[in-house]
């Protein structure tokens, strides 16, 4: 991730920006954020709240449950906001959002400007066209299909601290498997190189 406070071209990617209108009537320091491919743009391990406008790249938002099971949520390229939801609400502790390729964003602290942004109308009516739409496609998406090995990958990344799987018992019972199957899954994981074993069920996520 790589953060840019060059005036003109900031001033260059608002000017190009489908919502320039909005953005030029706000009184805010806004600077780019570049980042490269399987990159999180926004996840729950991070602090700082930010509103992110996509002008270069497409991103992918999704959500990891407790027993790893990944759903797609929404897909999302120039002009898709990031961070519309967490100006009304806590941030969720399970949605994602990951760089497809090479992105560029406009971005801004959300805490910093939060009070004046709900007094912009016209910003207001950004949001909630923008989460109407995120509505429309959440209803049209399933839920990816998951092996029982991509759910143990997507668990130990997200879910584990340290990237770390700690008792097969306990683990198998929030991934709705038996101990056996969790077993076998993690030897064929540690054969293939994905994960390392550090202990009597503890498996470390590479």
């Not at 790589?2 to 320039?20: C, L, N, P, Q, V």
């Not at 209108?21 to 806004?30: E, K, P």
């Not at 207001?124 to 399933?142: Q, R, V, Y």
């Amino acid at each position: 991730m790589e953060r840019i406070y060059d005036k003109k071209k900031i001033r260059d990617y608002i000017a190009k920006s489908k919502y320039h209108a909005v953005l030029d009537a706000l009184d805010i320091d806004f600077y780019l954020i570049k980042y490269e491919k399987g990159e999180l743009v926004s996840s729950p391990f991070q602090n700082e709240l930010l509103f992110q406008i996509v002008e270069q790249g497409s991103i992918n938002i999704y959500l990891i449950r407790d027993d790893g099971t990944r759903y797609s949520l929404s897909t999302g390229t120039t002009d898709y906001l990031l961070g519309d939801m967490d100006i009304f609400y806590p941030k969720s502790s399970n949605i994602y959002a990951e760089a497809a390729e090479s992105l560029t964003c406009i971005s801004f602290s959300i805490e910093q400007y939060k009070e004046a942004l709900l007094s912009e109308n016209q910003f207001l009516i950004l949001l909630c066209n923008s989460l109407s739409a995120k509505m429309g496609e959440i209803t049209a998406f399933d839920a990816a299909p998951a092996s029982l090995t991509e759910r143990v990958t997507s668990y130990m990344k997200y879910k584990c601290r340290d990237k770390t799987l700690q008792g097969i018992e306990k683990t198998a019972f929030r991934l709705h498997c038996s101990a056996r199957q969790l077993q076998r899954v993690l030897n064929q994981m540690e054969s293939s190189g994905l994960v390392k074993k550090s202990g009597k069920g503890t498996y470390k996520l590479k």
